[in-house]
């Protein structure tokens, strides 16, 4: 599905791009910044499975997450259907901005 944003298939803007990993805006925003990043590659389905194939390219979303942030951020990865992962591309949640202190999720 994310994939068919970076071909155009589905609109979508792109607010950042690198060789291997793009940056939309979620279409539900849980904070007032709400970003996703995601690797290109349809490779890994989650988070652990990029870590242990791949960790520069998990070093690099979290270094682009940083980037795009603009402060302060909480850094998300869903992973599993119980922990309400729905798209098995793995991808970062980037949330910035009004963020309830110590609170974790919403
Ligand atoms: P997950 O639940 O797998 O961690 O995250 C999937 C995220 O993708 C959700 O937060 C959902 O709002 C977002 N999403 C689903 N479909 C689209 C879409 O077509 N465009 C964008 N920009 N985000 C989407």
């Known amino acids: 599905m994310f994939s068919r944003i970076l071909s155009g298939d589905i609109p979508g803007e792109i607010v950042h791009e690198t060789d291997r990993l793009f940056v939309i805006r979620d279409i539900a925003p849980k904070a007032p910044v709400h970003l996703l990043v995601i690797p290109k590659t349809e490779q890994y389905a989650n988070v652990v499975e990029l870590a242990a194939e791949d ?45 309830s202190e110590g609170s974790l999720g919403d």
Request: aromatic share 6%; proline share 2%.
């Open 55 to 99: 960790p520069a390219l998990l070093a690099e979303m979290v270094a682009v997450a940083g980037d795009l942030a603009g402060g302060d951020f909480r850094l998300i990865f869903n992973t599993g259907e119980g922990a309400g992962q729905t798209v098995f591309h793995v991808h970062a949640h980037v949330l910035a901005g009004g963020l």
